[in-house]
């Protein structure tokens, strides 16, 4: 099998599965318990939750454990927009956001807030110029991706945050899944920020919000004292504990992964502009673990389809998505036209992906174009 589909989720660390095993053989009670086996899965995830404040550097309270990325989004946006709604009720999304995120803005708007969409350009990335453009006296929120995770267009965060915070009632937040441990991210600078574990060899299940101190924000799942009140529900210990393994682990390897995808990236962009009907839909300089292509004879589901009985997995448009409408919101958002945005599929790839399997994938499309591709 050829896995490149590495931004819907990742294979799972040994050494993560490993410590991971041991936990839940060892370490099952609840951490709120107050007996022994309690207390010590309670320290051991405020020791995880410690050591990722620190390779993050921020505060150890301005860690949230969440169980996916979409819940970390959904408290990101609506939380903060319900604790906050008397400075204003104005929120600022882009056009192509996680659903997540644009689930929560469609909830907001039917409590009765104002959603503005802020449109990409044809280079897949959200222009400061844009964001200053739709900032209002009432504004309170901007959410945007850091990496768009169809087309790996990287959206300039640090420009964005300053006009953002020229604002002073507006807060900045930034969905990291696609980028963390990819690039440099400016943690800082940013008010909240969405990380999930299964897109970095961690587990599924498992993501965190980080949101500074001074941020206000009202719970979306209710029920109890965890989370500082803000998500109720027994704390996952056993995953939450390794999830700073995760993030270590990610972080060392961060370098050495980014050097042998770009180079298997580059390498297939001059392969596939060689084929006749062939499109490169990503920017040149997007993020190097997200390639998105097409071929004009050949549509994203037959092309998906037919790489799938070969052993190799790839996506057509983001996960989130998929079952959705056959066509790329996110390269007609581009500009692209209606027959790019349904003849698409992108490849996403990670540390374990290799040149042979590069090259194998070439050797594949040509042959699935000779024998299913529609004339030109």
């Known amino acids: ?34 007996h ?12 995880s939750r410690a050591a990722i404040a620190g390779m993050l550097r921020v505060r150890t309270d301005e860690i949230l454990f969440t169980g996916s990325a979409s819940e970390s989004n959904t408290l990101a946006v609506v939380g903060y927009a319900l604790a906050n709604q008397s400075r ?21 708007q039917m409590l009765g807030f104002e959603v503005d969409t802020l449109p990409i350009n044809e280079q897949g990335i959200v222009t400061p110029e844009i964001v200053k453009k739709h900032m209002r006296k009432d504004t309170i929120l901007v ?18 945050e300053k006009v953002v915070h020229s604002h002073p009632t507006c807060k900045f937040h930034v969905d990291c ?8 991210i400016p943690v800082s600078s940013l008010d909240m920020m969405t990380l999930s574990a299964h897109k970095i ?21 209710q029920g109890g004292q965890q989370e500082q009140g803000l998500r109720g529900g027994t704390q996952n210990a056993p995953v939450n504990i390794v999830l700073a393994k995760t993030i270590r682990l990610a972080l060392e390897q961060q370098e050495a992964s980014y050097k042998k995808v770009s180079q298997i990236n580059q390498w297939l962009r001059k392969q596939i502009i060689q084929i006749p009907g062939a499109n490169i839909h990503s920017p040149e300089n997007a993020l190097p673990y997200i390639l998105n292509i097409g071929f004009d004879s050949l549509t994203s589901e037959v092309l998906l389809n037919a790489l799938d009985e070969r052993g190799i997995c790839v996506s057509a448009k983001s996960t989130c ?3 959705g409408s056959n066509e790329s919101q996110v390269l007609k958002a581009m500009g692209k036209s209606q027959k790019d945005a349904t003849h698409m599929i992108r490849l996403s790839f990670s540390k374990d992906n290799t040149m042979e399997q590069a090259e ?17």
């Open 143 to 160: 959410s945007c991706m850091h990496v768009n995770n169809e087309m790996g267009a990287i959206n300039p965060i640090e420009d964005i």
């Open 360 to 376: 194998t994938f070439i050797q594949v499309c040509k042959e699935i174009i000779d024998q299913y591709g529609l004339s030109l």
């Open 201 to 221: 060899h961690g587990l599924k299940g498992s993501a965190l919000l980080m949101k500074k101190k001074n941020i206000r924000l009202l719970p979306v799942v």
């Open 321 to 323: 998505s998929s079952h």
């Open 88 to 108: 204003g009720k104005h929120v600022l999304i882009s056009n192509v956001e996680h659903a997540s995120v644009a689930h929560s803005a469609d909830f907001l």
């Open 1 to 34: 099998m050829i896995y490149f589909d590495n931004s819907s989720t990742t294979s799972v660390s040994p050494e993560v599965l490993h410590v991971y095993t041991q936990l839940l053989k060892d370490l099952y009670g609840n951490p709120d318990s107050l």
């Open 36 to 47: 022994g086996v309690g207390r010590k899965a309670g320290q051991l995830m405020e020791k």
């Open 177 to 184: 899944v696609q980028s963390f441990s990819k690039i440099d």
